[in-house]
């Protein structure tokens, strides 16, 4: 399993020209979902992302997570965090978990932060999305399981 945790200070997500999610303070996480992953997987990196301390507090060190600043998360499918170019020019996705097996873990890691009481907000899985990404850092985090 891969992550990209972006901190943002907004965030929104449209698929046909259409806001499907939107967040204020937060994170903007891409997931890639492997095709060996399961549920343990699932709960690690939602572990992580909820405790993750990459806010500043008052002496401005980055020491708070998103359940200290009551952020909210907004989860992105992203099968592309797969891509394998070594060889070639044309990425292949063999590692991506096929659908059947990547959607309900996408939907287990929504349920999961919802768990943890961090707001949720989220694209369409497989849906071609516009993911628009206002940083706050910028700070950007790659977690893997």
């Given at each position: 399993m891969k992550a990209v945790i972006q901190r943002v200070s907004s965030s929104s997500v449209k698929v046909d020209n259409k806001i499907v999610g939107q967040i204020d303070k937060g994170f903007v996480v891409l997931l890639?979902?492997?095709?060996d992953d399961t549920k343990k997987e699932i709960e690690f990196i939602a572990g992580k992302v909820a405790n993750l301390r990459i806010f500043e507090d008052k002496e401005g060190k980055m020491n708070l997570s998103l359940k200290d600043v009551k952020g909210k998360i907004?989860?992105?499918s992203q099968f592309t965090?797969?891509?394998d170019a070594r060889k070639g020019n044309r990425p292949s996705f063999?590692?991506?978990a096929r659908p059947e097996v990547a959607i309900p873990l996408y939907e287990y890691f929504i349920k999961e932060m919802q768990k943890l009481s961090i707001p949720v907000a989220s694209?369409?899985?497989?849906?071609?999305?516009?993911?628009e990404i206002h940083n706050s850092g910028p700070v950007t985090i790659i977690l893997e399981k």
């Open positions: 890639g979902i492997a095709h907004l989860i992105i965090l797969y891509g063999t590692k991506a694209g369409i899985f497989g849906a071609k999305m516009e993911v």
